[in-house]
């Protein structure tokens, strides 16, 4: 570990006096603290982020400051099969009046999460009259369930596999 290192294919005449193990402990160190801040600052893709901030848009605490109608027109493009077109527009002009609605009506005032809001528009039966809203709500209630079920069934399949590839012989 004392001998200088010499990385691959460089020229040995204008080499830095680096030991094998000022290498391994700074440079190779550097490199893995780099992997692992990318790992930490990129644990969702743009379309998971782009879904979680829309989701965080539907949030009732606060009298819905987090509502942002702009983000929530996008949240159905994530979900094609459930939207029509015609769906869509009508969303679009459903919003306004559904935040206004929500904000003025005190039975809204106290709810902090997206659970309640579910349980507090069929209570109150908003949820017939924005039902555009409440399947953006229902969507955003079975989004963890969904992520999770898959989640477990793509570990299944690996332990099944790996079980059968440890089992195969040349037969």
Avoid at 1 to 12: C, H, K, L, Q
Avoid at 49 to 65: E, G, N, Q, T, W
Avoid at 67 to 86: A, G, T
Wanted: charged residues 25%.
């Amino acid at each position: 570990m004392d001998e200088n290192f010499i990385p691959a294919g460089r020229s040995r005449r204008k080499l830095p006096q680096v030991s094998n193990l000022h290498n391994f402990q700074v440079e190779i160190f550097y490199q893995v603290i780099d992997w692992q801040l990318k790992e930490l600052n990129d644990p969702f893709s743009e379309i998971d982020m782009k879904l979680l901030i829309c989701v965080a848009c539907l949030s009732p605490r606060d009298s819905f400051s987090s509502f942002n109608k702009k983000k929530l027109v996008q949240l159905p493009e994530l979900y094609p099969c459930d939207f029509s077109s015609v769906e869509l527009l009508a969303l679009d002009a459903q919003l306004e009046n559904y935040i206004l609605d929500m904000r003025s009506d005190s039975d809204f005032d106290e709810l902090t999460s997206i659970g309640e809001l579910s349980k507090k528009l069929v209570k109150t039966r908003k949820h017939i009259v924005y039902p555009l809203e409440y399947l953006l709500v229902k969507l955003a209630l079975i989004l963890p369930v969904a992520t999770t079920t898959v989640e477990r069934t793509f570990s299944a399949m690996n332990i099944i596999k790996n079980k059968l590839r440890n089992h195969m012989r040349d037969e």
